[in-house]
């Protein structure tokens, strides 16, 4: 062989070596990165859960303790906001009832990004889970009084 294929064999060998070592760092911190997104997500939960305990409005707190970056999707990265919970609580927030193009407005207002078609996806989720009910085109909160006793026995 001669000695520029021998060189040119090397210099292949040296470059699958330093991609092998560059693919570890790369799968290391995808792995750094999934569990700190995860840890991210539940701290996000937990602060939601406990605002929504002490009775804090979780939409205007996390204005601004999220970063609330539009990611390339056009959704909030990260410090991503539970849509189904913001529908609820702006439905309850509103007893007069809502039209869905009231509820979309709504996400617009607090910048939350969102297609109408889920809007009505969401309306039947939360329909469906005795959160809201219809009448005369409108959404209107559930309230607990009116949710029926599961609990008692007949």
């Given at each position: 062989?001669?000695?520029?294929?021998?060189?040119?064999?090397?210099?292949?060998?040296?470059?699958?070596?330093?991609?092998?070592?560059?693919?570890?760092?790369?799968?290391?911190?995808?792995?750094?990165?999934?569990?700190?997104?995860?840890?991210?997500?539940?701290?996000?939960?937990?602060?939601?859960?406990?605002?929504?305990?002490?009775?804090?409005?979780?939409?205007?707190?996390?204005?601004?303790?999220?970063?609330?970056?539009?990611?390339?999707?056009?959704?909030?990265?990260?410090?991503?906001?539970?849509?189904?919970?913001?529908?609820?609580?702006?439905?309850?927030?509103?007893?007069?009832?809502?039209?869905?193009?009231d509820i979309f407005?709504?996400f617009q207002k607090?910048?939350?990004?969102?297609?109408?078609?889920?809007?009505?996806?969401?309306?039947?989720?939360?329909?469906?889970?005795?959160?809201?009910?219809?009448?005369?085109?409108?959404?209107?909160?559930?309230?607990?009084?009116?949710?029926?006793?599961?609990?008692?026995?007949?």
């Amino acid at each position: 062989m001669s000695d520029f294929i021998a060189h040119l064999q090397r210099r292949v060998e040296d470059a699958k070596r330093d991609l092998d070592a560059v693919n570890a760092q790369i799968q290391k911190a995808n792995a750094d990165r999934l569990m700190l997104m995860a840890d991210l997500e539940g701290f996000e939960r937990t602060l939601s859960a406990e605002m929504r305990i002490q009775g804090v409005s979780p939409v205007a707190s996390l204005d601004s303790t999220a970063n609330g970056t539009p990611a390339k999707n056009g959704t909030v990265a990260h410090g991503e906001v539970n849509k189904a919970e913001f529908a609820r609580q702006f439905i309850r927030d509103n007893p007069t009832g809502l039209l869905p193009r009231d509820i979309f407005r709504g996400f617009q207002k607090a910048e939350i990004p969102i297609a109408k078609a889920y809007i009505y996806a969401l309306v039947q989720r939360l329909e469906r889970q005795g959160a809201i009910r219809q009448r005369r085109d409108k959404w209107y909160p559930v309230l607990e009084s009116d949710k029926p006793d599961l609990t008692s026995e007949p």
